[in-house]
């Protein structure tokens, strides 16, 4: 059975061209291009598998869907890598299959006690293993690098295929770690050596987000982003990174804290992406990310930000304005910026390198990430946005940027709000927003003109909102406060009915982009 309207949910994706002027390049790094763009490829087999338990299944049953349905069926359940709709909940549109909150990385019979079980067990919830039973029926953790060893082998003998191709030492050095990493599910070398790539083609390529895991936020999924460097941009913004120590001193949070150590290097690229896999490219397309995610990584060498410049101008100019137009009150429609939506962006990053992340409670070492756990995606993902809000209004007092800059910036972050509660409060992202947009109203720091049901925001309520939210965040991680998190989440994610009204008059605008990538041969 096929869910209706199919063909109309995919048009919320709209097709669209991501791709990199490659002239620049030499024709070596050409040649190193194409087989990071070959081992990244990997990954997409490998997420559905995670991602999806009877892939091949669904795909087959998908392929038996007669027109006028049938390929909009297919090409969607690429989009959502399984037969459930990332923007409604995870409904099912093919089958009437339940989405299984685990995913495949977990059996799906799990019972109460095993599920116990597993948040005790170091193995079971380890952030590399997929959970299996044995023969006698019992949980067994089995690593990735075992688990998924023939795919790994062919992606980890392309990278070193292109490690031989390149001239470039931090790109060769770090293609054979990975390679190495991939096997033995022990990256921490490779992601520092990651950290110090300098070349002008990179590729970040295995296990890294938590999302998937809708259990517990245990397990990473295999993703890859391959990108082409703009060398004159990523120097622009490393201004900024100098700042990050000052900023982690002034956070709104008690003094023991705060976390001196993080954010001491933080690399910043600009790139523009010319193929995404797995993991990043199913539903909404990814525009920044920063990682590695390993605190041991973060404490040695902080996390690099990296911002895809092709898919936020792509996003700016087919969502953000057309969405902007409609809903923000017509007086700050000329305040919304794709400068602004780079800078919040860019802030959202560096802000996730800063603020509680290992915790030491009673004694006990522990991580935010292991305390929230299916609460910490959405938290973290709030903070990131407070934060990055309120980052560029501690900078404009220090003279970096001008007053006009915050009114572009909070009329960019209110718009931004609509764009992603759009992707459904089902999902960390959109719950983040929707926890953002309620306290906001809540505050008075965002109104909404009855007649016209536009928003404005309130320039002399906005900040103070930000920063009371943010402080009551970054609280609930430092004392790695679950049902804190869990309250915040019920109380505020949540579709309130001038939201919903607000959401149904962007009938026709995008809700994401679709990609295709020319130099992947799409
Ligand atoms: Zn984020």
């Given at each position: ?25 030499t ?30 299944e ?14 909009a ?14 923007r409604?909940?995870?409904e ?8 299984p ?31 299996r ?88 999924a ?5 990108t082409?460097?703009?060398p ?18 002034v ?17 910043i ?40 410049r ?15 137009q ?35 409670l ?24 407070l ?15 001008e007053?006009?800059?915050l ?14 509660v ?15 947009f ?36 970054l609280t ?47």
């Amino acid at each position: 059975s096929v869910a209706p309207g199919v063909a109309e949910r995919l048009a919320a994706y709209a097709p669209t061209v991501i791709t990199a002027d490659s002239s620049p390049l030499t024709a070596a790094e050409r040649e190193v291009l194409a087989k990071l763009i070959a081992a990244a490829r990997v990954m997409d087999e490998l997420f559905a598998a995670q991602a999806c338990p009877c892939w091949n299944e669904l795909r087959a049953a998908a392929a038996a869907v007669p027109p006028p349905a049938g390929e909009a069926v297919r090409s969607y359940l690429e989009v959502n890598v399984g037969p459930w709709d990332r923007r409604f909940d995870r409904e099912p549109f093919l089958g009437g299959w339940p989405h299984p909150e685990g995913a495949n990385f977990y059996p799906l019979d799990l019972s109460a006690a095993e599920k116990e079980r597993i948040q005790k067990d170091p193995q079971l919830s380890g952030l590399q293993t997929m959970v299996r039973r044995n023969a006698a029926g019992q949980l067994v953790a089995v690593p990735y690098g075992r688990f998924f060893a023939e795919p790994l082998g062919r992606c980890a003998a392309l990278l070193r295929e292109a490690a031989a191709l390149t001239d470039n030492a931090s790109l060769r050095a770090f293609l054979k770690a990975r390679a190495a990493a991939l096997l033995t599910d022990d990256t921490f070398e490779s992601d520092k050596l990651w950290m110090d790539l300098d070349s002008p083609v990179e590729i970040t390529i295995g296990p890294y987000e938590t999302y998937e895991d809708g259990l517990f936020g245990f397990k990473a999924a295999f993703e890859a982003f391959v990108t082409v460097v703009d060398p004159r941009e990523s120097a622009r913004l490393a201004q900024f990174k100098h700042e990050l120590p000052w900023l982690e001193s002034v956070l709104p949070l008690p003094d023991a804290d705060k976390n001196p150590n993080r954010g001491g290097e933080s690399p910043i690229r600009v790139v523009d992406v010319v193929f995404t896999a797995g993991d990043t490219k199913a539903g909404v397309q990814t525009i920044a990310f920063n990682l590695p995610n390993d605190e041991r990584v973060r404490e040695a060498k902080g996390s690099k930000k990296v911002l895809m410049r092709n898919m936020m101008t792509a996003k700016f100019e087919q969502i953000l304005i057309p969405l902007g137009q409609r809903l923000v009150a017509p007086e700050q429609v000329g305040d919304l910026s794709a400068e602004s939506f780079f800078l919040h962006t860019l802030f959202h990053e560096m802000s996730h390198g800063l603020g509680p992340g290992r915790l030491v409670l009673d004694g006990r070492e522990t991580e935010v990430r292991l305390e929230l756990k299916d609460a910490y995606s959405t938290l973290e993902e709030a903070k990131a946005d407070l934060m990055g809000f309120w980052d560029i209004q501690q900078l404009a007092g220090k003279g970096y940027f001008e007053e006009a800059q915050l009114r572009r910036q909070m009329a960019t972050f209110l718009a931004g709000l609509f764009r992603s509660v759009r992707f459904g409060i089902a999902e960390a992202h959109g719950q983040a927003n929707a926890i953002q947009f309620n306290w906001l109203v809540e505050q008075g720091a965002v109104t909404r003109d009855a007649a016209s049901g536009r928003f404005r925001a309130a320039p002399d309520r906005f900040p103070a909102a930000v920063e009371a939210l943010l402080a009551r965040i970054l609280t609930v991680q430092a004392r790695g406060d679950y049902a804190g998190a869990k309250e915040l989440i019920a109380r505020y994610a949540v579709m309130p009915p001038e939201l919903a009204d607000a959401l149904a008059k962007l009938d026709g605008i995008p809700v994401d982009i679709r990609p295709r990538f020319p130099l992947a041969g799409e």
